[in-house]
């Protein structure tokens, strides 16, 4: 199971920044997938999910008309393109897999049984 986050920066209040999760062909194929995120102090919270085919995506209000999820299946990759950023948009940015045959998205952290290892994003004001 592997999936590896990248596309974090340092970048300034109205940039935009995209996110991307590679994952091994095992840890990617029939399954949701998700990006969480965690600020400093603060508990892990959910961002996003899509399905297995894209056909449902989901937003936390907090980034709803600001991100887009979305995956290319023959690559391997979800992606998290990230628009207008604000600086409580800043936190490590967690993909997340669900497990096989869960193809539909989910909010839950528990839902989600692989984790990458983070990628941090700092929006400065």
């Known amino acids: 199971v592997q999936l590896q986050a990248s596309g974090g920066g340092l970048v300034q209040a109205g940039a935009s920044l995209r996110l991307s999760c590679a994952a091994s062909r095992g840890t990617f194929s029939n399954r949701a997938m998700g990006w969480f995120r965690q600020a400093p102090g603060k508990e892990r919270e959910f961002v996003s999910s899509i399905s297995w085919l894209a056909s449902s995506r989901d937003y936390a209000d907090s980034v709803k008309g600001r991100f887009t999820i979305s995956r290319d299946n023959a690559k391997n990759t979800v992606y998290l393109q990230m628009n207008s950023l604000k600086p409580e948009d800043t936190a490590v940015y967690y993909c997340?897999?669900?497990?096989?045959?869960?193809?539909?998205?989910?909010?839950?952290?528990?839902?989600?049984?692989?984790w990458g290892q983070g990628t941090l994003v700092t929006v400065s004001s």
């Open positions: 997340a897999a669900r497990s096989f045959g869960n193809r539909g998205t989910a909010n839950n952290g528990d839902e989600y049984d692989s």
